[in-house]
């Protein structure tokens, strides 16, 4: 698989033309809505049929996994859940352009970019269902734990890779974060420390257009990506439903921060599918027109039809994937309703790394209350006799 900075026709990549249908044109676009494959004049791509159907079939199953856990939480087994419906693309893409000693430091909603970690999915249910707090060893895959407080995990990025600059090590690290998170001001203190220091890293704008309730033009006067020149490094602004166009441009970002390059922001203009959270009810600020004009531009749709019209894939290729997925949807079921439930006193273990005075008396204050229930139920029982 390669990358190039200029379009170059590609002889098993299938038939392409230039530009695209309806195309804006500051946007990358290399698989049309329609499902039909074009040149850009920067970016382009050069894919075998097996690792086109590699990015489908990550896809489907991170669908399918996303969909479960909102099952799963609708059925009172997870507390909470921000679902990835509509942005695989933007995840799978962008997951695959990174090499295993890149750095991942995601939000809460990077599901799909942690598949293609090789962070097992039911490490991401723990925290929603409360039995952990994260759940996987960040290093273990370079991905980083989920961040809730919105933004702070680019000024994380920033930092890790100003350390990977002064290492001299040829590395990358990628932030991820939303259209509503651009407003905090972590966000703009990440993209000053990385700029001024020239740091290796790749700020990957998820822009779904809405934060919760709030659509993006209600945040910014000019397109985000065009934000990144005010603080002296390029931005491009990708098709976040074209997994093609995401791999693309976010390989030859990552290449260009382990490079010396410094960093770039890359906005993935896609569109949340979804309700923000399991406890968000969109119907309440968004129109359905709209969500029915986005179901057109639907990432898996695009790359089935071009797999199917060139000839990359078959009817056995596609059922295949389909019984992958339920399988992957019954483990995680399983999976999330025999997690044990954590020790109460759990709670205490990594306050301080040598311990604390305070901490002891908390500890033994709370292992008391614990115990008042016990020596409640044998005084209630010895009532009843």
Request: charged residues 25%.
């Amino acid at each position: 698989m390669s990358v190039k900075s200029t379009a170059a026709r590609s002889s098993r990549g299938g038939a392409k033309r230039r530009g695209g249908a309806g195309r804006k044109p500051d946007l990358v676009q290399l698989l049309t809505p329609e499902g039909e494959r074009v040149e850009h004049d920067e970016y382009s791509i050069d894919l075998t049929p097996e690792e086109l159907r590699g990015l489908y079939r990550d896809m489907v199953l991170s669908r399918r996994f996303d969909g479960e856990a909102i099952t799963l939480q609708r059925q009172g087994e997870l507390g909470l859940w921000a679902s990835l419906l509509g942005q695989e693309a933007a995840q799978i893409g962008s997951g695959r352009a990174t090499r295993p000693d890149d750095y991942v430091f995601p939000t809460y909603r990077e599901h799909g970019v942690a598949w293609c970690r090789g962070v097992d999915p039911l490490n991401l249910l723990g925290m929603f269902r409360g039995v952990n707090n994260g759940g996987w060893d960040p290093n273990e895959n370079n991905f980083q734990l989920y961040t809730i407080v919105i933004g702070s995990q680019t000024l994380h990025a920033a930092g890790y890779a100003m350390g990977v600059a002064k290492d001299g090590a040829d590395s990358a690290v990628i932030a991820y974060f939303g259209d509503g998170a651009s407003s905090q001001g972590d966000v703009a203190e990440a993209f000053t420390f990385a700029a001024v220091y020239n740091a290796p890293v790749v700020f990957f704008c998820q822009n779904n257009q809405w934060a919760i309730s709030e659509p993006t033009e209600k945040q910014t006067r000019v397109p985000l990506y065009q934000r990144a020149a005010g603080f002296g490094f390029p931005g491009v602004r990708v098709d976040g439903n074209d997994v093609l166009a995401v791999l693309a441009v976010t390989r030859a970002a990552l290449e260009r921060a382990r490079g010396g390059g410094g960093p770039m922001l890359v906005e993935a203009f896609t569109y949340r599918m979804g309700a923000h959270t399991t406890s968000d009810d969109a119907t309440r600020y968004r129109l359905d027109e709209e969500r029915a004009e986005w179901a057109a531009k639907d990432p898996i749709a695009r790359l089935k039809t071009y797999l199917t019209k060139e000839g990359f894939a078959d009817d056995a290729f596609y059922a295949e994937v389909e019984a992958e997925s339920d399988a992957l949807a019954k483990r995680v079921r399983d999976g999330v309703r025999a997690m044990p439930d954590p020790d109460p006193m759990a709670i205490f273990e990594h306050v301080y790394a040598d311990g604390h005075p305070l901490v002891d008396e908390e500890r033994a204050e709370f292992a008391a209350y614990l115990d008042s229930f016990d020596s409640s139920a044998h005084t209630q029982e010895g009532a009843a006799r």
